[in-house]
Structures are given as structure tokens and as C-alpha cells.
């Protein structure tokens, strides 16, 4: 089994800063693009960013300039730090990663951690 789990996640005033991690544990052979999803109230999930394994960045419009994404091959930790935020960020963010297993290669998904940003 595969497990995503995500933390970072909170309540932040407008203009400031949040960090988001996500660990991939389990039987993991390679971890090829990771990335993250957000989900406001009322809206579709949309992508954020997502990053390959060979560290190619892509973002969504709405997030280039403020949202930077990395990750820690070693650690298996794919990151999210998010600059000048704003009441629009506001959403659950969910992390995934595609994974080979040994046996199957898929998509996991985090459970999902709450971004707030106060006006």
C-alpha cells in the first residue's frame, strides 16, 4: 500500500505565507510527477502546480509568481510554499503523486489539508 499524507495547512492573514508538505510512504518503487490540486468552496478541483521527477515545474496561471513547488527525492516529500495569499486561495489543497508500486503504476491523492487566508 501507498500512502500520501499531507500537513502544512491552517489559517493565514491576507499577504502572508503557508508551506505545505506532502510524504509518500509505502511500497514505492519510483515516484515520477507530483503535484498539488486545490478545491474551493463551490468550485471544481483545479491544478496548482505539479513538479517531475526530473524537477520541470508547471502552474496555474492564478498561483505563478506567489506558489513555488519543490520536491525531496530522498524523502520522498513533494512541497508547496505559498507567498502573498489571498482570500481566492482559499480551498483544500491535495497532493499526488504518480507511482510505481512494483506491481501497478497510478495516481495517489492525499487526503487533503484546509488553506483559510483571512481578509
Known amino acids: 500500500q501507498v500512502h500520501l499524507v499531507e500537513s502544512g495547512g491552517g489559517l493565514v492573514q491576507a499577504g502572508g505565507s503557508l508551506r505545505l508538505s506532502c510524504a509518500a510512504s509505502g511500497r514505492i518503487f519510483s515516484i515520477y510527477a507530483m503535484g498539488w490540486y486545490r478545491q474551493g468552496p463551490g468550485k471544481q478541483r483545479e491544478l496548482v502546480a505539479t513538479?517531475?521527477?526530473?524537477?520541470?515545474?508547471n502552474y496555474a496561471d492564478s498561483v505563478k509568481g506567489r506558489f513555488a513547488i519543490s520536491r525531496d527525492n530522498a524523502k520522498n516529500t513533494v512541497y508547496l510554499q505559498m507567498n502573498s495569499l489571498q482570500p481566492e486561495d482559499i480551498a483544500v489543497y491535495y497532493c499526488y503523486a504518480d507511482i510505481f508500486s512494483g506491481y501497478a503504476r497510478r495516481d495517489y491523492w492525499g487526503q487533503g489539508t484546509q488553506v483559510t487566508v483571512s481578509s
Open positions: 513538479i517531475t521527477s526530473g524537477s520541470t515545474t
